[in-house]
């Protein structure tokens, strides 16, 4: 095992084998495990999962990797900010232990060819725009949740899909885990951190905030019994004049399956994806 061990710096582990060795000595202590994947460029919402995966686990694993699988040829994989050095002092003010950050190599060997398709949830929404997106995910968690074997991982609900997606893929696989999710943990204006928000230009990041702004006033209206259609299209407006373009999705889904929803009978969920300038932003509150 290769260990920072100067001042409060966590170990940094690169291997499968080193990985696994580490949770065996844990469980062989009688010591329980949680797993909070990321890709890096840590931000207030990553440590918050942190918190609550030491809440239901003696230790905590962190993983930092920036999947390839998860990202289309045309999207920002090379310009993904890869800040490892601030991470790891990041994390060491969290209550984790350990941090796993494998190359791409080590996770996915050359030849590669397996594939996991979670049908169903994981069309629409994001994967309109991203179809290769889900397939991603769903693969490299299964690969990162295989090589820990943690009792929890944590996921956020910023990222409402992809956690249903995992929900369901753990389930039907049989994955001996349980997912636990974490809420939205937002800028004091209200937009939803994000590594990706670093992209923003000043102006910007003045504009972002009104995605989630739009977000509550939609779901004020449609609680209120007014038409779903028209209350969607004329948010979608609103977002259209403040300047995100285009508007990938605005919609209103069953908070349990993503079943799309035209009238409002309870617990829901409002869930949008847009572009702001290069940057794609995505949000969503319950109804
Ligand atoms: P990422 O590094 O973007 O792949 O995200 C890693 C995990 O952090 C995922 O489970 C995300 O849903 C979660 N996450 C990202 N942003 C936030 C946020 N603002 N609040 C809570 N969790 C978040």
Redesign the pocket.
């Known amino acids: 095992m290769s260990l920072n061990q100067s001042h409060q710096e966590l170990p940094i582990v690169r291997t499968i084998a080193e990985l696994r060795q580490q949770v065996k000595a844990w469980r062989q202590q009688g010591l329980t495990v949680g797993f ?6 840590l ?1 207030q ?2 440590l ?2 942190v918190e609550i995966a030491a809440e239901h686990a003696d230790k905590v694993v962190v993983s930092i990797f920036v999947n390839p699988t998860q990202f289309a040829p045309h999207e920002d994989f090379d310009a993904y900010p890869r800040t490892e050095v601030s991470d790891a002092a990041a994390l060491a003010s969290t209550p984790a232990s350990l941090i796993y950050a494998p190359n791409a190599r080590e996770v996915y060997a050359e030849n590669h060819s397996t594939k996991i398709s979670v049908d169903g949830i994981s069309e629409g929404l994001c994967a309109a725009t991203r179809p290769h997106f889900f397939g991603g995910v769903a693969l490299v968690v299964t690969k990162l949740l295989l090589q820990c074997l943690p009792d929890i991982a ?6 409402y899909q ?2 249903l997606v995992i929900k369901r893929m753990v389930r039907d696989l049989n994955i001996p885990v349980d997912i636990l999710s ?5 800028d004091p204006d209200g937009l ?4 990706r928000n670093a992209y923003l230009s000043e102006a910007e990041r003045k504009i972002a905030p009104t995605l989630h702004a739009t977000l509550q006033e939609t779901a004020e209206i449609i609680r209120s019994g007014a038409p779903v259609d028209r209350t969607l299209e004329e948010a979608i407006q609103r977002l259209s004049a403040a300047g995100f373009d285009p508007i990938d999705y605005l919609e209103l889904r069953s908070g349990d399956d993503l079943t799309p929803l035209t009238t409002y009978q309870g617990p829901a969920r409002l869930l949008v994806a847009a572009r702001l300038g290069d940057t794609r932003l995505i949000d969503n509150i319950a109804v």
């Open positions: 909070v994947p990321t890709m890096g460029a931000h919402g990553h918050s999962l944590v996921f956020g609900e910023k990222d992809q956690l974490g809420p939205t943990l937002r939803a951190t994000s590594s």
